[in-house]
């Protein structure tokens, strides 16, 4: 099992953002966990045409940015609640949680 995961990451490894950024490159050099998920799960949006503004975390998108423990992704989640302000996260109870690319419709904004 473990030898298809690795061959699974190689190869998401060498998908890229635009131009040659690739998934290994942002595990490299971008040291925030939260900013890899976003930048990864941005480019699995831009993928589909049209380009998507929700996407389903998966196992997939969790490896792709390099977060590998529950207890990283949670504290990523409530980092994309608390600080950063186009996307929120729809936790869904049992599923996978779901990352949106716009404003937080139940969020009171000061107007």
Known sequence: ????RDVQRAKRDKLFLKGPVS???IKQ??????????????AF???SYPAKTS?????KEWD????????QRSRV??????????YWVE??????SVLHHSLNPNKKTLE
């Open 29 to 42: 050099n971008i040291p925030d966990p939260t900013a890899r998920l976003i930048l990864v799960a941005r």
């Open 45 to 47: 949006m831009n993928m």
């Open 23 to 25: 998934f290994g490159w």
């Open 64 to 71: 792709s940015a390099g977060i590998n423990n529950s207890d």
């Open 77 to 86: 989640l409530k980092n994309i609640d608390k600080d950063v302000k186009d």
């Open 91 to 96: 936790r869904r109870p049992g599923r996978t």
């Open 1 to 4: 099992m473990s030898d298809r």
């Open 55 to 59: 996407l389903a975390l998966s196992l």
